[in-house]
């Protein structure tokens, strides 16, 4: 028989269903589960759909932040991260394709990006005074500690 992630807890990552609107409780819930000590993840990024992270805002009435800061070098321009919300501190992202009953919080410092297919360019050709090029590259995001990501899920919008 093989051992997986199904048949060791600590191999997983923690999915709390909460089959209701959101709470104030089931995400400090959730967060303190990811920071625990054997977990000991350190959570950096929360995803939701729209529509939850509109909830969020209305639930915690507190309003976007925007914070610009100069990015290093000549001429160069940062115009910052506008982050939908935050919650202790944590940046909240709105993903429109994501499940309506699904919040995700991350660590991401256990997330990378796996090249498939290096970046290759390829020339169109002239189009009027332009030059045209095609840029293709393949990859995934890997989560590569499942036990530092957390899931909320059946939360009504």
Request: net charge negative; no cysteine; aromatic share 6%.
């Amino acid at each position: 028989a093989a051992i997986s992630s199904a048949v060791v807890a600590a191999w997983s990552s923690v999915e709390t269903a909460v089959g209701g609107v959101l709470t104030r409780a089931a995400l400090d819930t959730l967060h303190t589960t990811l920071l625990d000590a054997e977990r000991a993840a350190r959570p950096t990024l929360i995803i939701a759909s729209p529509a939850q992270v509109e909830n969020y805002k209305q639930l915690t009435a507190v309003p976007t932040v925007f914070v610009s800061t100069a990015a290093p070098g000549p001429a160069a321009v940062d115009v910052g991260y506008q982050p939908d919300a935050t919650y202790s501190g944590i940046r909240i992202a709105s993903m429109p394709d994501l499940t309506n009953t699904v919040w995700l919080m991350l660590d991401t410092n256990w997330i990378e990006y796996v090249e498939q297919e290096p970046l290759r360019t390829r020339t169109l050709g002239p189009t009027r005074d332009n030059d045209d090029y095609l840029l293709t590259m393949r990859g995934i995001v890997a989560v590569t500690d499942r036990q530092k990501q957390g899931k909320l899920t059946g939360v009504t919008a």
